[in-house]
T-cell receptor
């Protein structure tokens, strides 16, 4: 099945800093999603981004499907941004099962 | 409802007992998924429903696990004769039509299952 790797695995930043999280996947995909799992375990959908760039407030994401990667940008980090960020893609083209990446644990220090 | 809801939020049971976990998807969402997440681990797919049918049950760990969905809405995940390795957070998710190029997936808050 498809392999999904994220980097870096851990990131510790001061409040106000910017960051870039990367998601690499091993095969062609027709969609990609970014999720934030907060410290209480809730998974929140950030972006559904098959290709191109989307922005939502301080967050933006870019997927380059032809090169098999996606980037999540977080600007002016806040402590509430702390948690684990996952990207997820369909396991096989047209398949409904999502394969989740290894995750990036982000810690924002006040 | 406004989001995916799950009940109970926490469940502690003794080894060998049966448990039922409930999921209410977002109204109108035809696709429903169950995942589980062990402590500090990633998400493990269990089963996918489209309407009341389950085209993909490939993630169910054993025949002790079963799930059903009725009325194209509420789903119940049943674990029989629970074992300690079943301890995990069980997450339900829904999407409008499905993930295959057709829309985002929304997760519920999860049910934390502890088997003593």
């Amino acid at each position: 099945g498809i392999q999904v790797e994220q980097s870096p695995p851990d990131l510790i930043l001061q409040e106000g800093a910017n960051s870039t999280l990367r998601c690499n996947f091993s095969d062609s995909v027709n969609n990609l999603q970014w999720f934030h799992q907060n410290p209480w375990g809730q998974l929140i959908n950030l972006f559904y981004i098959p290709s191109g760039t989307k922005q939502n407030g301080r967050l933006s994401a870019t997927t380059v499907a032809t090169e098999r990667y996606s980037l999540l940008y977080i600007s002016s980090s806040q402590t509430t941004d702390s948690g684990v960020y996952f990207c997820a893609v369909p396991t096989n083209f047209g398949n409904e099962k999502l394969t989740f990446g290894t995750g990036t644990r982000l810690t924002i220090i006040p | 409802g406004a989001g995916v809801s799950q009940s109970p939020s926490n469940k502690v049971t003794e080894k060998g007992k049966d448990v039922e976990l409930r999921c209410d998807p977002i109204s109108g969402h035809t696709a429903l998924y169950w995942y589980r997440q062990s402590l500090g681990q990633g998400l493990e797919f269990l089963i996918y429903f489209q309407g009341n049918s389950a085209p993909d049950k490939s993630g169910l760990p054993s025949d002790r696990f079963s799930a059903e969905r009725t009325g194209g809405s509420v789903s119940t995940l049943t674990i029989q004769r629970t074992q300690q390795e079943d301890s995990a957070v069980y997450l339900c998710a829904s999407s409008l039509l499905g993930t295959s190029g057709r829309g985002p997936t929304f997760f519920g808050p999860g049910t934390r299952l502890t088997v003593l």
